[in-house]
T-cell receptor, first 110, second 115 residues
């Protein structure tokens, strides 16, 4: 079976750092994605990890531990516009479909 | 920047009616997908399409659903006899290849309401 777990909601303050965790159990693993989805809009790509370790891209970093089935997305210097849902998604073996978690709604307050 | 376009943005239909949702993927992309998102729930995979045939489908994609690429640019999802539970946002997506790190480009979605 396939299962992707992430917290439902998080709240953080503008300028702060927030870490959004994701654990997964999938039949096969060919990479983990993070997408951002603003309310009423389409998901947009943030990051991809397939090897263990940290990938940094500006204010956003993503970490993967394949042995633990664990990833996190780190957002630094939070801005109000970062208020959105963050979707953890996994590509299994076979390679055609990407399976999404339910998403974490992040609220950034002033 | 090239984008995936979907029409219509909103579709209201009566239960039992057929609907066709339309998508124009990014022009050099080869792989096409439909996902749906019921309000407040997760994005769910429906189907992937490559080289004019379905490459993978989920258990949601039953006989009432079909996909087609009628010409060189459009990609459509047909729901033959809509049910109340088909009400959702339907996203079309495309990717250049199906390599593991290939990100999905999503359209802005069609909000389908079945009454």
């Amino acid at each position: 079976g396939q299962n992707i777990d992430q917290p439902t909601e998080m709240t953080a303050t503008e300028g702060a750092i927030v870490q959004i965790n994701c654990t997964y159990q999938t039949s096969g693993f060919n990479g983990l994605f993070w997408y951002q989805q603003h309310a009423g809009e389409a998901p947009t790509f943030l990051s991809y990890n397939v090897l263990d370790g940290l990938e940094e891209k500006g204010r956003f970093s993503s970490f993967l531990s394949r042995s633990k089935g664990y990833s996190y997305l780190l957002l630094k210097e939070l801005q109000m516009k970062d208020s959105a849902s963050y979707l953890c998604a996994v590509k299994g073996t076979g390679g055609f479909k990407t399976i999404f978690g339910a998403g974490t709604r992040l609220f950034v307050k002033a | 920047e090239p984008e995936v376009t979907q029409t219509p943005s909103h579709q209201v239909t009566q239960m039992g009616q057929e609907v066709i949702l339309r998508c124009v993927p990014i022009s050099n992309h080869l792989y096409f997908y439909w996902y749906r998102q019921i309000l407040g729930q997760k994005v769910e995979f429906l189907v992937s399409f490559y080289n004019n045939e379905i490459s993978e489908k989920s258990e949601i994609f039953d006989d009432q659903f079909s996909v087609e690429r009628p010409d060189g640019s459009n990609f459509t999802l047909k729901i033959r006899s809509t049910k109340l539970e088909d009400s959702a946002m339907y996203f079309c997506a495309s990717s250049v290849w199906r390599t593991n790190n290939e990100k999905l480009f999503f359209g802005s979605g069609t909000q389908l309401s079945v009454l």
